[in-house]
């Protein structure tokens, strides 16, 4: 069945560095690709997002890109803070134009002060 | 405006035993999701529904049933708990119409003993 892998699963980076989450898709029909943030013991909270129509897209520190030839999309985050430190999780649509996502395994990202 | 709740925050259940997870949104949103996220499995799609009085099965429905009579309340139902399903168990919802971003509840933990 399609499934979404993203790495690395942990990922340790000095405040004022960058970092970079990867997340590899198998459904060629996917058009819509989200990323989450969850904080200990809070909810998923929607971050940025990318349509399959758009190759990179920005909001202030952090970015999206996404290569559909390759099926890979990442998640770049800039200038990192201690309060970037969360769970981050990326997800593609099941198919195109469906709410239906399927999830990667998440990514803990620690900023260290 | 409320947004989207779950009730109740946390449960302990005994093997055997049913129980509702009550999922209310009053954005009027069009789609509801039901996700369980275990540590290492990022968030698995349970059930959905599209629209009030339709539902669909996601990746892992097993041992889960849904309804969805209005807009706003979509129920998630375990007729006889088992220990595997103990887990964090999201309500998220999307308006729907070709906008998929999905906002998520604050979660329900079960322990099913």
């Known amino acids: 069945g399609e499934n979404v892998e993203q790495h690395p699963s942990t990922l340790s980076v000095q405040e004022g560095d960058s970092a970079v989450i990867k997340c590899t898709y198998s459904?060629?029909?996917?058009?819509?690709f989200p990323w989450y943030k969850q904080e200990l013991g809070k909810r998923p909270q929607l971050i940025i997002d990318i349509r399959s129509n758009v190759g990179e897209k920005k909001d202030q520190r952090i970015a999206v890109t996404l290569n559909k030839t390759a099926k890979h999309f990442s998640l770049h985050i800039t200038e990192t803070q201690p309060e970037d430190s969360a769970v981050y999780f990326c997800?593609?649509?099941?198919?195109?134009?469906?709410?239906?996502?399927?999830f990667g395994q998440g990514t803990t990202l620690q900023v260290k002060p | 405006t409320a947004g989207i709740t779950q009730a109740p925050t946390s449960q302990i259940l005994a093997a055997g035993r049913s129980m509702t997870l009550r999922c209310t949104q009053d954005m009027r949103h069009n789609a509801m999701y039901w996700y369980r996220q275990d540590l290492g499995l990022g968030l698995r799609l349970i059930h959905y529904s599209n629209t009030a009085g339709t539902t669909g099965k996601g990746e892992v429905p097993d041992g889960y049933s849904v309804s969805r009579a209005n807009t706003d309340d979509f129920p998630l139902t375990l007729a006889s708990a088992v220990p595997s399903q103990t887990s964090v168990y999201f309500c998220?919802?999307?308006?729907?119409?070709?906008?998929?971003?999905?906002?998520f509840g604050p979660g329900t933990r079960l322990t099913v003993t």
């Open positions: 459904d060629s029909a996917s058009n819509y």
């Open positions: 998220a919802s999307s308006p729907g119409q070709g906008n998929y971003e999905q906002y």
């Open positions: 997800a593609a649509s099941k198919g195109s134009n469906t709410g239906k996502l399927i």
